[in-house]
């Protein structure tokens, strides 16, 4: 993917402050394909002015400088995306953050995934949900994504290793491995996980045009297989936000690196202090006490669009 196509494939302007865009940039990211590899060989560290040199990620994570005609694009097999996907971004802990006091069920998010792993129109990755607590208190909109658990039980329960947990905090599925015995959707108690009932969506387009599957971006989807959130892992291998995170247009998402202690707005782009937002706003996990260790976390709901049910009058 070059810059241009990223440029396009990103729905929300960055301020240019605390861009974490700028920030991956600086790690050398940007600029990955999401099914080439760049590789450099035999290059001398001998720098000449009249080379245009070019920073590139290694294989262990480090970045280097080399000259421009000494990258050479090569195509990644559906092994080596398989390999490459089994591990993950190293260093990294990716989590997600969502403000429930701003989601206004614009489903731009829900839009975009869809689009993006080529999902019917009934299939989510991510759904909002209008949500009660109680019959006196008003109702809220909460997206839900896969919760990408450090204790997943549905990667327990796969007999066939094709559900996986990566270092870098990731949750996914090798639709090349999975039988389809659905075990995994009866073990995760988000019900987060899809089944491929059908052909993927405008299956047609992979006739004319073959795709190698990429197991960090589940396409093609594949017919008797799972299905679900995969936190855009291809988009992070190539420098970007998730892409329900950069469709949001009302500020809803944080994603980042637990690492870093720093997530980043999808909408504004600001970067903040991930601890810090967390204690100063009540964050919290869904359904703590399973012991699922989720890797999204809350925001509470504090300004509700819907109305309070009325309440009964105690006087009368
Ligand atoms: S939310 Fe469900 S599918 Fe996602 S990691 Fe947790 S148990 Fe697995
Ligand atoms: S449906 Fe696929 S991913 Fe889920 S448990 Fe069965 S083989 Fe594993």
New binding site residues.
Partial sequence: MNSDQLKKNEPAKSTGKNSRRDFMRKLGLIGAAATTGAVASGFTSQRTPEEEYVKVMTSDNKLVEIPKSQVKEVKLDTEALQSRGRLGIAGKRWVMVIDLAKCRNARECIKGCQEHHHLHPYQYHINTLVMQDNPQSAPYNMPKPCMHCDNPP?VS???????FKRQDGIVL???E?????????A?CPYSV?V?NWEEPFQAQLYEAQPMEYDVEANIPQKKG??TKCLFSADCLRGGDLPTCVRSCPNEVFYFGDENENAVTNGTTRETVVLSELLEKNAGYRLMEELGTKPRVYYLPPKDRVFEAPEKPDHHS
């Fill in positions: 549905c329960v796969c007999p066939v290793d094709a559900t599925i090798d639709n491995r999975c039988i389809g015995c659905r075990f995994c959707m073990a996980r089944f297989t799972i």
